[in-house]
């Protein structure tokens, strides 16, 4: 019973960690955008051979901003863009430079499923290696 409740302690700090670290950027950010404000941006570049990423360009107070993000999540799909194309654009009141292209509820959906499968499986990955490479690890484990 103690080993489980070791690898359990430790595999719940590992995941704590790990997901805290995974959603310190995008999640965070697009939880404060969910307060946003709503526009329309523009489609200004496609990158296809580059994560599909799409570049888009709104205005904010007469001020031209921009950010790179993903097709869809309340827009069309990234074979459906096209340079010039209108797509809706998400901007936080506090900082307009902070944005995001599509909905931030479905990007948010989108951004939670790769987190918990790593914070689940690397904490594994990681106490299994460790036991089964350093020897104090192990001793501490089965004691």
């Given at each position: 019973m103690k080993l489980v409740l070791?690898?359990?302690v430790v595999w719940l700090i590992g995941a704590v960690v790990f997901a805290s670290f995974l959603s310190y950027d995008n999640l965070i950010s697009l939880l404060r955008l969910r307060n946003g404000v709503r526009t329309i941006g523009t489609v200004t570049a496609l990158e296809p051979n580059n994560h599909r990423a799409v570049h888009y360009a709104y205005i904010v107070a007469g001020v031209n901003r921009s950010g790179v993000g993903?097709?869809?999540?309340g827009n069309p799909g990234f074979g459906a863009l096209s340079v010039g194309r209108e797509v809706v654009v998400y901007?936080?009141?506090?900082?307009?430079?902070?944005?995001?292209?599509g909905?931030?509820?479905?990007?948010?959906?989108?951004?939670?499923?790769?987190i918990v499968g790593a914070a689940v499986t690397f904490p594994i990955m990681i106490i299994s290696a460790?036991?089964?490479?350093?020897?104090r690890f192990r001793r501490w484990l089965l004691s």
């Open positions: 070791k690898i359990g993903m097709a869809g999540y901007y936080s009141r506090a900082n307009p430079n902070e944005s995001c292209v909905i931030p509820d479905e990007l948010i959906t989108n951004e939670i499923p790769p460790f036991a089964w490479r350093k020897d």
